[in-house]
Structures are given as structure tokens and as C-alpha cells.
């Protein structure tokens, strides 16, 4: 399909959904979802040097993050890789891993919290377990993030994954009923009711992500970004047995490379832009980050403390409520419990 028809439809689509949603929310909701992996994220891309060295205090930054959310006395959603769960494992050995590809579990240390950090937390995990107030946890792709659509990765090894995560994440204290697919790849739907899980979050419906990692999809993302385009409102779906919440927008790269074409102040733009938008049509501003890409800049929590005071004035205003995504797939079950697919 040429881009110009997957703009047309992709417009369709946006109209459809914002026609058969009209009335539904008393004012627009934003939902903040956070892709919460570490250098699980990596595993196929580069080693933990060169993680280090992207994302200087990717560790405290999920500390951070977490700490203005409560101070906030804001809800999110947080997709977490089920290994970071773990106190630790026997790496690429550990029988959890048996099954899933060999390219991404040989890279995997053995190690505990406190010699493998950026591969384990389970005391993080039990902060925002016990947080007020209370955060949503979901699954992000796995045990392993190994990516759903990735040729090594059949039915059978998706669904090997997807059970060793939340079985991980049981085991320290949380049933998983939301998810998000590693990158956005979706595939095998049919999987994930199986395991409990009743809402995931759909890819972004614009045509700079529906291009994915091509050379027009990343000269679409920064024409974006440079002219502070609003992003586009979304609402929730009933779509393979499951609620779907899809991404209104991702953060946009914020290191130097990126900030020299299209400053920070970009990503403040479009945030409150998502808001307006979200409130004026009723409907959800569904914005997604990875919290280590907050410490991609040394400026990454003064703009996210901007982005957050536009959004605490807009829902103490009584413009938006914010929600995670379960929430809305609660408010929509009980709204239309016979839904069809």
C-alpha cells in the first residue's frame, strides 16, 4: 500500500473510531504508559556499555520517574519486562529461558540485583508495586522482550515467552491483565486472553508509525516533531477478545543528535497539544515512553516537570481525567459487556 492509501486509511480509521465513540466520556482522559525494560530493550542492538553510556542513570531514572508520579498523585500504566522481576537467574541457562532464541538468551548474564542491575529489579519492582497512588503494572512482551514478529520467534516461542513472563511477575506479587508488544510488533493476539490478559495497548495510528523504520516513517517522526504537530485523539477498541488503548504518540528521541534539528521544547508542544485535543473531542490522550529514554539528556525531567505541571493543571481544571488503561478497559466492559469483536 503506497503511503498516500495509508493515510487515507489510516484517516478512515481515526474518523470511524471518533464516530462511533462520540458521547462516550464525560471529558477527555490522558493515560500516561511506560515501557519499563532496561537493557532488556537492547539485547539485540548493543551490549551494556553502550547502553550505559545512551542512558547515563537509566536506573535512577525509573526512581525519578516514579517519585514525581506519586508527588503528582498521578496513575500510569507500567509495562515491565517479567525478567526484571526476578532477584536474578542463571542467565541464558536458567530453565526459564529454555525455548526462546538462543540469539537473544545468550546474551543474558547470569547474576543477581546487585551484580547485574540494568538486567534486574525486583526492588524497584516492589516500590511501584507498593506505591500510592496506586500504579498500574502489565506485561511488556514477556519474559525476555524478545520481539513477537522477529523470524526466529514462531507461535509456539511467543507463546513460551509470554508465559514465562507472567509467571515471573505472579511470583513477585502481580497478575498482569494489560500489554504492550516489544516496538509495537504485534502478532499472535489469540495468545494473550489465554494468560489472563484483557487490554493491550494497539500501535500508533499515524502514518509516520505505520511506516515503521524506513527512511519516510523517520523523515515523517521529525517533520512531526519540528512543526509541534497534535497528536491525534484515540479511544479504546474492542478488537481480539480484548479492550485495546492505542498510542497517540511516543516521546521523541531527546538526545543531542536529535534536540540539534527539533529542540526539546518540541516534546512539551506536542504534550500539551494532546491534552487540548484530547479534551476539546472527549476522547484519550494516550502518551508512551520508556523511562530510560528520560536519561538520554541531561534535561529530560525538566521537560517531563513541565509536561506534568501542563497535565496536573488541566485535570485539577477538570479538562481531563487521567487513567490507565485498565481503568478505561473496566469503564468500557462495564459500558458495552456484550460487545463483539
Not at 525478567?83 to 546474551?107: C, F, I, N, V, Y
Amino acid at each position: 500500500m503506497s503511503p498516500a492509501a495509508q493515510s487515507a486509511t489510516i484517516a478512515i480509521e481515526l474518523l470511524w473510531s471518533w464516530s462511533m465513540s462520540r458521547g462516550l466520556f464525560d471529558r477527555g482522559i490522558a493515560t500516561l504508559s511506560f515501557d519499563t525494560e532496561q537493557i532488556w530493550g537492547y539485547v539485540d542492538t548493543f551490549g551494556e556499555q553502550q547502553f550505559s553510556e545512551r542512558y547515563p542513570g537509566a536506573i535512577e531514572a525509573h526512581d525519578q520517574l516514579l517519585g514525581r508520579l506519586i508527588k503528582g498523585n498521578i496513575r500510569a500504566t507500567w509495562f515491565v519486562v517479567g525478567a526484571m522481576t526476578l532477584p536474578g537467574s542463571q542467565g541464558g541457562r536458567d530453565e526459564r529461558m529454555d525455548g526462546l532464541p538462543k540469539s537473544w538468551t545468550s546474551k543474558v548474564p547470569a547474576g543477581t540485583e546487585n551484580t547485574a542491575p540494568l538486567w534486574y529489579r525486583r526492588s524497584f519492582f516492589d516500590r511501584l508495586r507498593q506505591a500510592t497512588p496506586q500504579q498500574e503494572i502489565g506485561l511488556h512482551g514477556g519474559l525476555a522482550h524478545v520481539v513477537w514478529d522477529h523470524p526466529e520467534v514462531s507461535r509456539e516461542v511467543a507463546e513460551r515467552e509470554l508465559a514465562q513472563g507472567v509467571r515471573a511477575m505472579k511470583e513477585a506479587g502481580v497478575t498482569p491483565l494489560t500489554f504492550s508488544h516489544p516496538r509495537e510488533r504485534e502478532r499472535y493476539h489469540d495468545l494473550l486472553p489465554k494468560y489472563g490478559i484483557r487490554c493491550y495497548r494497539s500501535r500508533t495510528p499515524t502514518l509516520a508509525f505505520r511506516l515503521g523504520k524506513t527512511l519516510p516513517g523517520a523523515a515523517l517522526r521529525l517533520a512531526d516533531e519540528m512543526r509541534c504537530a497534535a497528536p491525534p485523539p484515540v479511544w479504546p477498541v474492542r478488537k481480539n477478545g480484548m479492550w485495546t488503548v492505542p498510542a497517540s504518540l511516543f516521546l521523541y528521541p531527546i538526545g543531542q543528535s536529535r534536540t540539534r534539528l527539533a529542540p526539546l521544547q518540541s516534546r512539551i508542544a506536542r504534550f500539551r497539544k494532546g491534552i487540548e485535543v484530547a479534551a476539546r473531542h472527549k476522547g484519550v490522550f494516550h502518551y508512551c515512553f520508556h523511562p530510560d529514554n528520560l536519561a538520554e539528556s541531561p534535561d529530560g525531567f525538566s521537560m517531563l516537570d513541565e509536561m506534568l505541571e501542563s497535565l496536573t493543571r488541566a485535570r485539577d481544571a477538570g479538562d481531563i481525567e487521567i487513567s490507565p488503561m485498565g481503568d478505561i478497559a473496566e469503564f468500557m466492559e462495564r459500558r458495552q459487556p456484550t460487545s463483539v469483536n
